[in-house]
């Protein structure tokens, strides 16, 4: 089976493994978990910040920075296709209560405008804005990167109004990777990250927040509230530490493999690539073909490789660690032929 369906999918590496067997535990709700502490400290100098907190999952880690930066009522501005918005179960609305603001964006990339004209003045009408949440890169613009000059036009747009701006870096790694950088050429342009250890940088379980100590302290008692205090977690820490210090430096392998495979898809007649493939993400329209992606996907499955259904007609492609160069020839071929077969 060739699983394209996302970089979630990876399975521990036999390095991650042995570390988590390995690893030195305590009960971390006690702050007594050196793993735990060895990867916050890790992430919080990766990512440029004063302080890091290890949580479960990217979703927990954005909605604690949600709960962490604004109270109810308020409205929060994001993009229209964000995870945050659009995949996160309506999660700002049922935990932090604050109603959203979207606006579209050009590629996933807003325009600090328009953030500008959103941003509500104080009247007793409105309600406050409360928080900026960026994607980098984007999932739904086909892992699109956010420029380091957006976000820093879009961060002198939050500074000047006093307003925190969040960024959902669940691939901020492959942002990094794709113009060769650090992540801090992004993250200073920021006040908190998230950024997801169990994607592309292969660990089974989590998700960084970083920022400064205060917005960290406050994030910890929300990590609590929400069942995410975990106790003997340096077991899950351990892989997350060779993820971040390892599995980091390979990304640009993944975004080579998109790249072959974009070229290849484009070969073949009524498939369209809609994405300009920045990073690990290659997104197809099949409406010529006349099916469905569900249809699509389906079929392909049926040949033992999994996509992902991204809207009516378009099928998501996601490269990772898992998937060699050999999967990739696999997957044009098999696409090819299968179109062939069905005469389309
Ligand atoms: N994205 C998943 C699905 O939820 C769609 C995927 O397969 O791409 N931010 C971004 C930008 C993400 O893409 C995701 C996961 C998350 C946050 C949430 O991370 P988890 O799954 O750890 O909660």
């Known amino acids: 089976m060739i699983d394209l369906r996302s970089d979630t999918v990876t399975k521990p590496t036999e390095e991650m493994r042995r570390a988590a067997y390995e690893a030195k535990v305590g009960d971390d709700v006690y702050g007594e978990d050196p793993t735990v502490k060895k990867l916050e400290k890790l ?38 296709e964000s995870h945050i918005f659009y995949y996160e179960s309506g999660a700002v609305a049922a935990f932090a209560g604050v109603q959203t ?31 900026i949440c960026l994607e ?13 000059q957006n976000m820093k036009e879009i961060y ?82 351990a892989p997350g530490i060779i993820a971040l210090s390892e599995m980091r430096n390979r990304l640009a392998e993944d975004h080579q493999n998109a790249q072959v495979l974009a070229a290849g898809l484009r070969e073949i007649s009524k498939i369209t690539v809609v994405n300009d493939v920045e990073t690990n993400i290659v997104v197809i329209d099949v409406k010529e073909l006349g099916v469905s992606s569900d249809e699509f996907v389906e079929e392909l499955k049926e040949k033992d490789i999994l996509a992902v259904s991204f809207g009516p007609t378009l099928v998501r492609f996601t490269t990772h660690y898992d998937v060699t160069k050999e999967d990739i020839d696999k997957t044009i071929d098999t696409i090819q032929r299968q179109i062939k077969v069905n005469q389309i």
């Open 43 to 80: 992430a919080a100098n990766i990512l440029g910040k004063e302080e890091a907190l290890f949580v479960t999952s990217g979703t927990q880690g954005n909605q604690i920075a949600v709960l962490t930066h604004t109270q109810p009522g308020n409205e929060i501005i994001l993009e229209a």
């Open 101 to 131: 603001r979207t606006i579209e964006g050009e590629k996933g990339v807003m325009n600090p405008k328009s953030i500008a004209a959103s941003i509500r003045d104080d009247d007793q009408h409105f309600p406050e804005t409360g928080l």
């Open 156 to 237: 002198a747009v939050a500074r000047e109004k006093n307003i925190p701006l969040h960024v959902d870096g669940a691939r901020l790694f492959n942002a990094a990777a794709s113009i060769n950088e650090n992540a801090t050429e992004f993250t200073q342009y920021c006040d908190t990250v998230q950024i997801c250890l169990s994607k592309g940088l292969g660990a089974p379980v989590g998700s960084i927040i970083a920022g400064s100590s205060e917005f960290i302290k406050s994030a910890r008692k929300w990590r609590k509230r929400l069942g995410g205090g975990l106790r003997q977690v340096g077991i899950l820490a």
């Open 136 to 148: 980098n890169t984007h999932n739904r613009a086909g892992g699109a990167v956010i420029s380091v």
